[in-house]
């Protein structure tokens, strides 16, 4: 049997010969082949490239190629095509992750509501035990968000004071709370 280069091939293929399509076929579908099961890990998506690939070249017979090598030309089609499927497989595992985290989120117990509510309850009773000045104060730095300086000028107060005031509100707070944790 007579080696045809690939150059000939492709150029008897461009030309309407089937048979040039059959060898350039039977010559690289082996190697394109195990080149993307190598990159896939997984036959059925490998042949799946490799026939995309052949199709693609089938689908492009009728144009005159200039400057076109065989082997660069079947590579290059078949790195991209699996360079495509990894993204896609990267997308759909990001967005089955996102999925199931929000699943997870969503699904939130009524034990988990019910612990919610009460821990919101017992800092609520615990702010209000709070004495007057000093609930004024921690509420206006929490609550409201401010500053010690805006709060220290609101109520006509040293910084000192305000800060004093809000880190015994916490202590306050802590301890009231610790039995809560604790059981939790």
Known sequence: ??????EELLKSFLNGDDLAYKAIYDRYWQLLYRHARYMLKNDEDAKDVIQEVFT?????SNEQLVNFTLSAYLYTTTRNKILNII?????????????????????????????????????????ESLPPKMREVFLLSRAANKSYKEISFELSISD??????????????RGKLSSFFIFF
Do not use: C, F, P
């Open 56 to 60: 693609d070249l089938w689908q492009r």
């Open 160 to 173: 000192k004071t305000v800060k004093k005031q809000v880190s015994n509100a916490l202590h306050l707070l």
């Open 87 to 127: 993204k896609h497989l990267k997308v759909e595992a990001k967005y089955a992750h996102e999925l199931q985290y929000k699943s997870l989120l969503a699904t939130e117990s009524a034990d988990d509501l019910a612990i919610t509510k009460e821990l919101t309850a017992m800092i609520e009773a615990g702010i």
């Open 1 to 6: 049997m007579i080696k045809v280069s690939d």
